[in-house]
C-alpha cells in the first residue's frame, strides 16, 4: 500500500512538472519576435519599430527590410525609410554604432535566427559538449573509487547516459541522478550508502564550480554599469553568489565539525528519524571524502574542466545563431551559462526546459543583448543536451540495464 501511494506521488510530482515546463514555455514563447523587427532610434533617444521580413542574410550591412505594415513607416521614421516604402520597395538600413546614438538597429525573428543556423559550428559545439560529459564520467569514476565502489569507466560511462537520458529525454519525477544512484546501489551490495553518496557529492561539486567559475570572471573581468542607467551589469550578481558560495562553504564545515554536531545534538536527531539506520550510513559515507582531501580536490578540479567545455560550447552555439560577439562576448558567456545553469538545476521541469530559457533571457537582456537571442541559444543548447540524452537510449536497449533498474527499484 505505502508504496502505491508512493508510486502515485511519483507519477503526480511528474505530471506537475511537465505541466509547469508547458506553461513556461508558453510564457517564454509568446512573449517572443516571431517576425523580423527593425528598430529606428531618433536624436532624443527615442525608439520607434516595425515587424516585418528581412529580406537574405541578416546578419551583414545593410539589411533589405519589408515591413508588414507599410502605414507603420509613419513621420517618426526618417526620409530613407519613408520613401522606398511609399514606393514598394524595400528599406536599406545599416546598422548603428555601439555608441551612436541615431540610426538604426534591427532584430531577427526566431524562425530567422534558426533557419540561418551555422551547421558547421552547430556540429563544433555538439562536440564540445559530449566532451564535458566525458569529463563527468571520470569525475564520477574517480569518486566512486574514492568510496569503496570501484568500476571500470566503461561502466560509468554506461549508467552516466543511463542518468542523462531520464534527465532529458524522459521527462517524469524519476530524474537520472536516482537512476544512475539506484543502479550504482545496486551493484555495490553493503556499500548502497556510500554508492549513493558519490552521486549526491558529484552533483553538489558540479553546482559550487559552476557558481566559482561564474564568480572568478565577474571580479576579474571589466564589467560597467550604463551612464543613462538602463542596464544593469553582472557585478550585480556578485553579492548572490557570494552569499551562495558561504552558505555553502559554512555548511560542510559544520557538516564536517564533531563539536557542532554533538553540541547541536545533530548526530542524536539522527538516530530518532524514521530510516535512521540508513541515514547513519549515509551520514559516515558523506564524511568519508573529508578524510581524503588531495584526491577530492582533483575530482573537484574536473569540474573546472567540464564547465569550461560547456560554455565554450555554448559560445559555439551563439556563433552559430549569429548572436553578435559586440553583444555577448566569450567572458560574458563565462558568467551567463554558469549562472544560467545554476538556475536551471533546481528541480522545477523537467531537463530544466521553460527554466532555463526565463534564465537565459533575463541575463541576455541584462547586458543589453536581444533577450530572444537568449531564448534561442537556450533552446538549442538544451536540444543539444537531448540529442547526447537519446545516447542513454541505446544503453536501455540492452535487456541487462533494463533488469539492472528493475532489480534496483526493489532494492
Known amino acids: ?10 507519477r503526480l510530482l511528474g505530471v506537475l512538472r511537465i505541466a509547469l515546463a508547458i506553461l513556461l514555455l508558453g510564457w517564454v514563447g509568446k512573449n517572443l519576435p516571431w517576425e523580423d523587427k527593425l528598430i529606428y532610434r531618433d536624436e532624443s533617444g527615442q525608439e520607434v519599430e ?3 521580413r528581412i529580406e537574405g542574410d541578416w546578419k551583414y550591412d545593410p539589411v533589405r527590410f519589408f515591413p508588414s505594415d507599410p502605414a507603420a513607416i509613419d513621420a517618426r521614421w526618417p526620409l530613407v525609410a519613408r520613401e522606398p516604402v511609399s514606393r514598394g520597395e524595400p528599406i536599406l538600413a545599416k546598422r548603428r554604432g555601439e555608441r551612436d546614438a541615431l540610426g538604426f538597429d534591427w532584430e531577427p525573428g526566431m524562425p530567422r535566427l534558426f533557419g540561418a543556423m551555422d ?3 552547430l556540429a563544433l559545439a555538439q562536440g564540445l559538449f559530449v566532451l564535458a560529459v566525458m569529463t563527468i ?30 534527465n532529458n529525454v524522459l521527462p517524469g ?31 553538489v561539486f558540479g553546482m559550487i564550480a559552476l557558481a566559482l567559475v561564474a564568480l572568478f570572471v565577474i571580479l576579474v573581468a571589466p564589467f560597467v554599469v550604463r551612464e543613462d542607467g538602463g542596464l544593469k551589469s553582472l557585478v550585480q550578481l556578485r553579492a548572490s553568489l557570494l552569499w551562495g558560495l558561504a552558505v555553502c562553504v559554512m555548511g560542510v564545515v559544520l557538516y564536517a565539525s564533531k563539536t557542532f554536531r554533538r553540541r547541536t545534538g545533530l548526530s542524536a536527531l539522527v538516530d530518532r528519524l524514521p530510516l535512521s539506520e540508513k541515514l547513519r550510513s549515509l551520514d559516515r559515507a558523506a564524511l568519508l571524502y573529508l578524510k581524503q582531501p588531495r584526491p577530492v580536490a582533483i575530482a573537484f578540479l574536473i569540474s573546472f574542466v567540464n564547465h569550461v567545455l560547456v560554455t565554450l560550447g555554448v559560445f559555439v552555439l551563439g556563433g552559430a545563431l ?26 522545477l521541469a523537467p531537463g530544466g526546459w521553460g527554466v ?4 537565459f533571457q533575463a541575463l541576455f537582456r541584462m547586458i543589453g543583448a536581444s533577450p530572444a537571442m ?20 541505446v544503453f536501455l536497449l540492452l535487456p541487462s540495464s533494463r533488469s539492472e533498474l528493475r532489480e534496483a527499484r526493489k532494492d
Open 137 to 166: 564520467i571520470t569525475r564520477w569514476w574517480r569518486l566512486l573509487a574514492l568510496a569503496g565502489c570501484p568500476t571500470s569507466w566503461g561502466n560509468a560511462l554506461r549508467l552516466t547516459f543511463l542518468g542523462l537520458f531520464f
Open 173 to 203: 519525477a524519476t530524474g537520472g541522478d536516482v537512476v544512475k544512484g539506484l543502479a550504482v546501489a545496486h551493484e555495490n551490495k553493503g556499500r548502497g550508502a556510500e554508492a549513493l553518496v558519490t552521486v549526491l557529492v558529484d552533483r
Open 119 to 121: 551547421v558547421t559550428r
Open 1 to 10: 500500500m505505502a508504496r502505491e501511494r508512493a508510486s502515485s506521488t511519483r
Open 356 to 359: 532555463g530559457e526565463l534564465a
Open 322 to 347: 549569429g548572436v553578435p560577439r559586440a553583444d555577448v562576448s566569450l567572458t560574458d558567456y563565462f558568467v551567463l551559462v554558469p549562472v544560467a545553469n545554476l538556475i536551471s538545476a533546481v528541480p
Open 374 to 393: 537568449g531564448v534561442a541559444v537556450s533552446v538549442t543548447f538544451r536540444l543539444s543536451q537531448l540529442a547526447i540524452g537519446l545516447l542513454g537510449g
Open 50 to 52: 516595425a515587424r516585418g
